[in-house]
């Protein structure tokens, strides 16, 4: 045998070495670890920099075996004795470190685990990827995982190894594309990124997809998080909440950017969760609503997106708190009554190279082709879901939200991109799918596979859908076709309510349309009535920014259609800031303007609010009968010259409610409506109340119906009818 090619037995073939040297090799384990050689048991490490390496005796700390240095820097090798288990004792020029050998232990997560996942089907992928401490042969650590199948060399860095790549290369499972490895002696607090070697060289440093920690940005470290489990107090809020059937309920949703509702008086860059939950729930309780729902709280980078390009579907965003702490948050907000809604974003992603964009330096998590994997709109990439892998990662990231930290609902962001493949493209910029058609028919099944498994694993929780167009069955059940979402946002009579009550009154009759047409479909779908986040920046100005006329008459266009929507069929919402009549636009860098409440016209908004919510929970026909149209009528729906909407709500016998908006500047004397019920109605609301900040005209608190038939009900009201301002009576008998 030629010199060149002659090796010891400590030694490992020369290309094999080079690799290690140059972190290049993809199988560390065929060459670092014990290795049986010629008869001989063999033990090899890698540890750059090092000056000696002993192996010590797991049990009584004696030298087990001298490793010597060969071929590379950094490579050391030695006869072991026997098969007794040991540690490496590995000296640094500045200190001695002591540690089992990470690649003295066999395969890590088992079959299942494996199968499950290149199946999409896995549902604890946030308790078994990513870095979980665990103990393995009586040794505590962390054992890493991460999906990276084009890869073509993964090794986990962080503050335990100098950040440096060749020292704790991965383990390739190849029936699923996933890299493993049980580093011993760290644990929880520890920073760490994934270093890959992609089939076009080497990438940026990445975070964790499936990281349960992160550090704050702009920082871009995932953490190793705390594995004790939360101790929770709300076991009977879950065992109610599985009870109620959220149609029936009345759902009134307080939509808040955590950042933003008040900020902290020091430097940081908002209040921490504890300190939120002290500020917002007294708050919120006093107000009534029934649920919270946060603006996206996963993991991501840039705090002007709100949350909405997430880097991270596991972890909550550190500039709140780590996740126990978020925890506390929802645990408080069960015992104060108080439901947590999760804004969740599984329809597109940022770019960042820190990130999930060409994770293995391959279009991985996205599609290849940017007319079906990059967002036009928002300078971001879709998932590819037609990948099983990406589907079982969103579903478990939604699970994780849900059941680790027991909140209450996800409303799905941005389900129309989802839907439509030609979404917000021209003609040649988008692919058709399989039949030749624009729908996606991968979102389809991953929407469903998504809704089914959530209502399975999580009875009672909330999945409500942001869907801007007409498409069919979105709160349909998946086995009658339909989505399967509970509810889902009605953006449609958002849009053209605004745009009536944005009109000065004199022309509103040549737009009265646009409050009577939400009706013609109020009752094809389960809907959520949304005055959110997105209708009050960019330009479109406050909501009491929106309302014509003086001072007088704004906060009076806004009552009376706060008094409307109330009224309207549809669960409520309403973005923080809109309780008081927030004047600016709302500012993610900047607090709400609590000094407001001091003005009487801002204070007369928020207690309308408090006493709508009330109203609200007390009177089944305004929340029972959402979607039934059975149970509503219009009583006058035609009278554009005045401007003037009566309907009736009425959920089974003796439980009438008449809304009434008059929304022109002009009193109605004797304005005759016709009522299901004779006998006495009381004015349970008038938004034109002088403790609202109203002039104070309306019925003296009841009225007592004729015997004159009208509008096609057996006894009618004569009412006078306040300007700008809704009337809810309630019958009494």
């Known amino acids: 045998m030629p010199a060149e090619r002659r090796r010891t037995p400590l030694q490992v073939e020369p290309e094999l070495a080079e690799a290690l040297a140059g972190a290049r090799l993809s199988d560390p384990f065929a060459v670092l670890g014990p290795h049986a050689v010629d008869g001989a048991r063999v033990l090899r490490a890698y540890a750059p920099g090092a000056t000696a390496i002993e192996a010590i005796d797991g049990d009584s700390d004696s030298v087990l075996a001298t490793l010597q240095p060969i071929q590379i820097d950094g490579l050391f090798a030695a006869r072991m004795p026997d098969a007794r288990p040991y540690r490496l004792r590995i000296h640094w020029p500045d200190a001695v470190q002591d540690s089992e050998d990470p690649y003295s232990y066999g395969l890590l997560l088992g079959d299942l685990d494996l199968y499950l996942f290149a199946e999409g089907r896995h549902q604890q992928l946030g308790r078994v990827f990513g870095a979980q401490c665990v103990t393995i042969d009586g040794v505590a650590g962390v054992r890493f995982a991460v999906w990276a199948p084009n890869a073509l060399r993964v090794s986990v860095v962080g503050d335990f190894n100098g950040w440096d790549g060749r020292r704790h290369p991965m ?24 270093e890959l070697l992609g089939p076009h060289g080497l990438l940026p440093l990445k975070s ?77 309780q006093q107000l009534g609503f029934s649920h919270i729902e946060l603006l996206p709280i996963t993991a991501h980078p840039f705090g002007g997106s709100w949350g909405y390009q997430p880097t991270g579907l ?47 330096g391959t279009p991985l998590f996205e599609h290849a082709d940017p007319r079906e994997g990059y967002h036009q709109d928002w300078d971001t990439l879709i998932y590819n879901l037609g990948r099983h892998e990406v589907r079982g990662f969103l579903v478990a ?22 839907l439509y493949r030609d979404y ?48 069919p069955g ?75 006329g003086d001072e007088w008459q704004r906060f009076a266009n806004l009552r009376a259609y706060y008094g409307f929507m109330w009224g309207h069929p549809g669960k409520k919402l309403l973005f923080m800031g809109g309780e008081f009549a927030q004047e600016r636009e709302w500012d993610h860098d900047r607090e709400l303007d609590w000094a407001l409440l001091q003005r009487p016209f801002h204070r007369g908004v928020h207690d309308l609010v408090r006493d709508l919510n009330q109203l609200y929970r007390e009177q089944p026909s305004l929340h029972a009968s959402d979607a039934n149209g059975h149970e509503f009528r219009w009583i006058v729906e035609d009278d554009r010259d005045n401007s003037v909407f009566v309907f009736c709500r009425c959920h089974g016998p ?26 006495h109605w009381r004015e349970r609301i008038n938004t034109d109340a002088t403790v609202y900040g109203g002039s104070g005209v309306g019925n003296g608190g009841s009225i007592t119906t004729s015997g004159t038939p009208s509008h096609g009900q057996p006894c009618s009201l004569s009412l006078t009818l306040p300007p700008l301002a809704t009337l809810v009576l309630l019958w009494e008998g």
């Open 171 to 194: 383990r390739k499972r190849v029936e699923a594309g996933v890299w493993e490895l049980f580093v011993p002696r760290i644990g929880s607090g520890t920073h760490y990124k994934y």
């Open 208 to 284: 964790d997809p499936f990281a349960l920690q992160v550090e704050r940005p702009p920082a871009t470290a995932s953490i190793v998080a705390d594995p004790v489990a939360f101790e929770w107090h709300d076991a009977d809020w879950i065992t109610r909440r599985a009870h109620i059937a959220a149609a029936l309920a009345p759902l009134s949703i307080y939509e808040v950017h955590a950042g933003s509702w008040r900020r902290p008086r020091d430097q940081r860059p908002a209040l921490c969760w504890d300190e939120l939950a002290d500020a917002l729930l007294p708050y919120v």
């Open 314 to 360: 596991f972890a909550p965003h550190a500039d709140y708190g780590d996740p126990a702490a978020f925890a506390r948050f929802v645990d408080r907000c069960h015992g104060a009554g108080i439901g947590v809604i999760l804004d969740w974003v599984p329809a597109h992603f940022p770019t960042d190279a820190h990130g999930l964009a060409h994770f293995d």
């Open 397 to 418: 990231s939604a699970l994780h939200w849900l059941e680790r930290f027991h909140v209450d609902g996800l409303r799905v962001d941005a389900v129309a991109s989802m």
């Open 424 to 471: 917000s493209r021209a003609d040649g910029e988008w692919i058709p799918n399989y039949y030749g058609g624009r729908e996606n028919l991968e979102a389809l099944q991953f929407l469903r596979q998504l809704n089914q498994t959530v209502h399975e694993r999580c009875p009672g929780a909330l999945m409500i859908a942001e869907e801007s167009t007409a498409w």
């Open 474 to 548: 979105v709160t349909q059940p998946v086995e009658h076709d339909g989505l399967g979402f509970d509810f889902k946002w009605n953006m449609g009579w958002m849009h053209d309510t605004l745009k009536y009550v944005s009109k000065e009154p004199i022309h509103r009759r040549w737009e009265h349309h646009n409050i009577t047409f939400g009706l013609v479909y109020a009752f094809s779908e389960r809907f959520v009535l949304p005055l959110s986040h997105d209708e009050v920046v960019h330009g479109k100005s406050s909501l009491i920014g929106r309302m014509p």
């Open 654 to 679: 003796a439980a009438a409610v008449i809304v009434i908006s008059n929304f022109t500047p002009v009193v109605r004397h004797e304005y005759r409506i016709g009522v299901p019920c004779s006998g």
